[in-house]
């Protein structure tokens, strides 16, 4: 049964704040990845995010024939709902079952597969056309996560992976985009690798590195 909460007005600068939060404290270098601290956030409060897929998503993916797409960290589920309207085979993946519950609610008669997975110890299923992956964060000392991840994209399969452009001034814990495609090596084509500016800035952030590769 899907818990209720008391609906909170979503507000942009709400999002902003709660963004910061959930990336951790800068100062000191902390990632938020147990699943106590993502439940107590998303019980905070009714809605925490907008519920709008995230800008470089639907710039990257829009003419893609659909196929099997894996939403890493899909929180409300936001991006997997778009995904699933626009014809995609979907699986939401995070670690909080509270977020779960809210997207599986929001997702009304959408046909999505959602699933409480821990990447720093479990494997999601492989074979996917897309795996999509917007301000989740890839610990440096915690390699089997990224390279979870990458598992998952099938022969032919496009990797999408947006970050907050500038976090390696703040979150020098996590790998960068840039990082990422610099280890992908010869199985991958890198389509792009770019610093854009976002729709909605959040939190003093207006620009956005958005890299989008391609399995051989």
Do not use: K
Not at 12 to 33: K, T
Not at 174 to 200: C, K, M, N, S
């Amino acid at each position: 049964m899907t818990r209720q909460h008391d609906i909170t007005p979503f507000t942009h600068e709400n999002e902003a704040r709660l963004s910061e939060q959930a990336m951790g404290d800068a100062r000191h270098g902390i990632v938020r990845l147990d699943q106590r601290f993502w439940d107590e956030l998303y019980g905070s409060a009714g809605r925490l995010w907008s519920g709008r897929p995230n800008d470089a998503l639907v710039a990257e993916v829009t003419g893609i024939p659909p196929g099997r797409a894996l939403d890493v960290g899909c929180g409300e589920g936001g991006d997997a709902h778009w995904l699933a309207r626009q014809g995609w085979q979907v699986t939401g993946i995070d670690i909080s079952r509270i977020a779960l519950e809210r997207a599986a609610a929001l997702a009304g008669d959408l046909d999505i597969t959602w699933r409480r997975l821990d990447l720093r110890t479990e494997a999601p299923d492989t074979g996917y056309d897309l795996v999509s992956a917007h301000y989740f964060a890839f610990p440096r000392d915690q390699e089997q996560v990224l390279q979870r991840v990458l598992a998952a994209v099938a022969p032919g399969g496009s990797l999408l992976i947006t970050s907050h452009a500038g976090m390696e001034e703040r979150h020098q814990g996590l790998y960068r985009p840039e990082e990422i495609a610099a280890r992908l090596g010869e199985d991958w084509r890198i389509v792009v690798d770019e610093q854009r500016t976002r729709t909605l800035p959040a939190n003093g952030h207006t620009e956005d590195v958005v890299l989008r590769a391609r399995r051989r």
